[in-house]
């Protein structure tokens, strides 16, 4: 296993060849003629224009609104690159309407918003919110990330989710729901360490705590979390540790480490001193905090997982917002709430324990079954689609954030099944 799959040349030819960048806009309705032209524009638009503002409902019928998802960031944590700012942040968020367009076939707008103060930030969402039938928040770092989330959601009526916060929490769950079943072991009894205490390590700590856990412990760039520190703020001190602790003492005997930092924050040295069979996800992107091969090397018992597409064990929000999105939107969920992201994390975990379909196994040339180096599933199983989707809106209906109680969910799995045919 090699430390990088792709050079820097292939990147950057990716993205500029043969057209800088990875999206371009299509139409879904022909504009071919003088007819189709006084349809889809002067007189004809006027039409649909007076219906919605009759009535605001009827967005979802005359608009692409329904299946248009925005995907926003400042730029101020990107992946684990740090406060690049709002255009160097624009590939990772174009990138993301690549995956919400081929994995859930959700069209998708990247918008960078050049600020660092939370109430422009939120005003600026807030006034182009009616564009859009959900708001994928992207990249942005904590705590400001807590407060914007929070905002956003009490003020808007689709669904909004910051997806480094959620996302994340949902797949790394699953993963966790699912190292367990492989090395035997109870999520109430396993002593946790996370490595970094930002957006996406606040949101995975707390599912965890809703899956059970007990005994987590949250490092910081300043060392563990505990109580006799003055510098915490209140997420951070959501994970306070009772007493002093040394970054050694938290990790000895650990039976699990999430890292959401950077890398370098943990080392083999530490992860000697877990317990048997330890589960290391090391999820910075694109560089994780430690290489799994050399986790390996030291530790073979080790259960790995990274954020890259280029090792087993990809625990990525890939697997999380283009499904979860899809079933809070075709519900017309109005926020997506713990029962939605809880209902993703187990569905997800019981698809990785069934049968590999054949065309993944091709795709990635070799036998694949559930074990320790398949924990979850892969991002191109189109099952993910189904199984997410449906669990996440009939979850979104039975808890409330959805009106839609008849909802035909049979129906909607053989729809949500032709969508990437
Ligand atoms: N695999 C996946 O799906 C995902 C992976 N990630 C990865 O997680 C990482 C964090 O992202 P995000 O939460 O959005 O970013 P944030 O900027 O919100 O958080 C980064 C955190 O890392 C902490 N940190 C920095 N240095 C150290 C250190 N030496 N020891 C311990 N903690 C340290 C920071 O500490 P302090 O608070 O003191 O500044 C901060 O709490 C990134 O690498 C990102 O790529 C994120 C989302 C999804
Ligand atoms: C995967 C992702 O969203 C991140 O690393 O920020
Ligand atoms: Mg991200």
Redesign the pocket.
Known sequence: MSKTSTTDQEALDYHEFPQPGKISVETTKPVLTQKDLSLAYTPGVAVPCLEIEKNPENAYRYTSKKNLVAVISNG????????IGALASKPVMEGKGVLFKNFSGLDCFDIEVDTESVDRFCSVVMAIAPTFGGINLE?????E?FEIERRLVEELNIPVMH???H??AV??AAGIINACKVTHRKIEDLKIVV????????SCARLYRKLGAREIYM?????VIHNGRSDLNAY?REFCAGGYMTHSEVFECADVVV????P???TIEDIMTMANEPIVFT?????PEVFPNDVIEARPDAVVA???SDFDN?????L?FPFIFRGAMDVRARKINDEMKLAAAHALADLARTEVPKDICELYGKEIKFGKDYLIPKPFDKRLIVEISSAVAQAAIDSGASDMKGFDIKAYRKELAKILK
Not at 196 to 201: I, M, N, Q, V
Not at 314 to 318: G, P, R, Y
């Open positions: 101020t944590a990107v992946l684990g690159l740090g406060n990249d942005i770092k904590a705590p990330c997806d480094d916060q996302g994340t797949i790394s490595v970094g205490a930002g957006a996406a390590a606040i490092l910081d760039s300043k060392g951070k890292g959401l930092s950077k370098g924050t943990f999820l910075a992107n694109p560089t990274t954020g890259r990809q625990v990525n929000n890939v999380g």
